[in-house]
């Protein structure tokens, strides 16, 4: 695997560095794959550097979800309709 994930560290960050987003030092790749013959759904996990501690791993997934969480918060913030309280009367 330590080759698979070289190769995805080094794709990932080709393109980052293509689109300015700067140096990748470490990556978290979750995929949801499925199985070709019986459908059945998997989670692939791999770190980079593959010597990654598992409580480093679960920060960058914790981080992710709140980063990810605030800005569907803030979406929705400025997306909800006013309360009653709120409306203007006409």
């Known amino acids: 695997m330590s080759q698979l994930t070289d190769d995805i560290h080094q794709a990932v960050a080709g393109v980052l560095r293509v689109h300015g987003a700067g140096l990748l030092s470490r990556a978290l790749l979750v995929l949801e794959v499925v ?15 593959t010597d990654m501690p598992a409580w480093d791993r679960a920060g960058l997934l914790h981080y992710a979800g709140l980063d990810l969480a605030g800005q569907i918060t803030a979406c929705r913030v400025g997306d909800e309709p006013p309360g009653p309280d709120e409306q203007e009367e006409q």
């Open 35 to 49: 199985d070709e013959a019986t459908g059945e759904l998997g989670l692939y996990i791999e770190a980079s550097p």
